[in-house]
T-cell receptor, first 117, second 114 residues
Framework: DTGVSQNPRHKITKRGQNVTFRCDPI?????LYWYRQTLGQGPEFLTY????????KSRLLSDRFSAERPKGSFSTLEIQRTEQGDSAMYLC???????????????FGPGTRLTVL | QQQVKQSPQSLIVQKGGISIINCAYE??????FPWYQQFPGKGPALLIA?????SEKKEGRFTISFNKSAKQFSLHIMDSQPGDSATYFC?????????????FGKGTKLSVIP
């Protein structure tokens, strides 16, 4: 399967713990996005990378959230000091991103379901 | 806050019928309008997408109608099947700001009954 992959698929943690999620984009996709989806809502944009550069992070929900994409390949999303309100599905997407200034198709992974007890 | 408003929230259609979901947007700079299909516990999957230079796009049983002046677009599913039962999201994107973030509607839960 050459789609976007995410690990783990499910994560249960206690309030106050740190969690890290991994996303592997489609090969040779330059853009990588993170979204959060809560029950009954559409995905909400969090942050975006063009290759290894994080070009948009103002939508990260708080300073407890951080993301990296070392070497422009896989990406990680970390949540520090988790709160019950962080419980949600965290989705990763990637797109080719070859034309500057042009929107292109984003392909989503299966998501990581986070439950904070 | 840029918004995409989607309706209805839920929809029940008989097998073989036409499902219609509507979306309206505010930002005239949006230049890409995809529809995603999502099954429970899965990530959204791209169904069909349109750019504002065309008024209609058809792929199999799925058609997007786009009305630029009204800032509205809709998804039509012809010959709806029980396997189409899922949540559908419209979205909009603007690459001009260099952000490329998708703004999603709140979703429509479609149930196709035999």
């Amino acid at each position: 399967d050459t789609g976007v992959s995410q690990n783990p698929r499910h994560k249960i943690t206690k309030r106050g713990q740190n969690v890290t999620f991994r996303c592997d984009p489609i090969s040779e996709h330059n853009r990588l996005y993170w979204y959060r989806q809560t029950l009954g809502q559409g995905p909400e944009f969090l942050t975006y990378f063009q290759n290894e550069a994080q070009l948009e992070k103002s939508r990260l929900l708080s300073d407890r959230f951080s993301a990296e994409r070392p070497k422009g390949s896989f990406s990680t999303l970390e949540i520090q000091r988790t709160e019950q309100g962080d419980s949600a599905m965290y989705l990763c997407a990637s797109s080719p991103g070859r034309d500057s200034g042009s929107s292109d198709t984003q392909y989503f992974g299966p998501g990581t379901r986070l439950t904070v007890l | 806050q840029q918004q995409v408003k989607q309706s209805p929230q839920s929809l029940i259609v008989q097998k073989g019928g036409i499902s219609i979901i509507n979306c309206a947007y505010e930002n005239t700079a949006f230049d890409y309008f995809p529809w995603y299909q999502q099954f429970p516990g899965k990530g959204p999957a791209l169904l069909i997408a349109i750019r504002p230079d065309v008024s209609e796009k058809k792929e199999g049983r799925f058609t997007i109608s786009f009305n630029k002046s009204a800032k509205q677009f809709s998804l039509h599913i012809m010959d709806s099947q029980p396997g189409d039962s899922a949540t559908y999201f419209c979205a909009a994107n603007w690459g001009g700001a260099g952000s490329y973030q998708l703004t999603f509607g709140k979703g429509t839960k479609l149930s196709v009954i035999p």
